[in-house]
């Protein structure tokens, strides 16, 4: 308020620059870690579902059906 700003002017301009300049490497790591254990477990997953989408498929003769539910998801 010695400046002449109000609290939200001072919060805008004042507060929040200082804030972010220590938030966004933060945000930017698990920005990262996110891309990363994301595709690791598409990985993971997209193998496996394959393998127990073959097996229903086996089971029940319905490859078209079932491949074309898997393709959905």
């Given amino acids: 308020r010695a400046i ?3 609290k939200l002017e001072s ?3 004042v507060v929040l620059p200082q ?3 220590y ?4 945000w930017t790591n698990e920005f990262v ?3 990363k254990y ?7 997953t ?3 579902l394959y393998y127990l989408a073959n097996q229903v498929a086996s089971d029940t003769f ?9 393709g959905a998801m």
């Fill in 4 to 6: 002449g700003l109000s």
């Fill in 11 to 13: 919060i805008y301009h």
């Fill in 19 to 21: 804030a972010l300049r």
């Fill in 23 to 26: 938030a966004i490497p933060s």
């Fill in 33 to 35: 870690y996110l891309i």
């Fill in 38 to 44: 994301s595709s690791l477990a598409g990985f993971i």
């Fill in 46 to 48: 997209v193998p496996e």
């Fill in 62 to 70: 319905r490859y078209t059906t079932v491949f074309l539910v898997l």
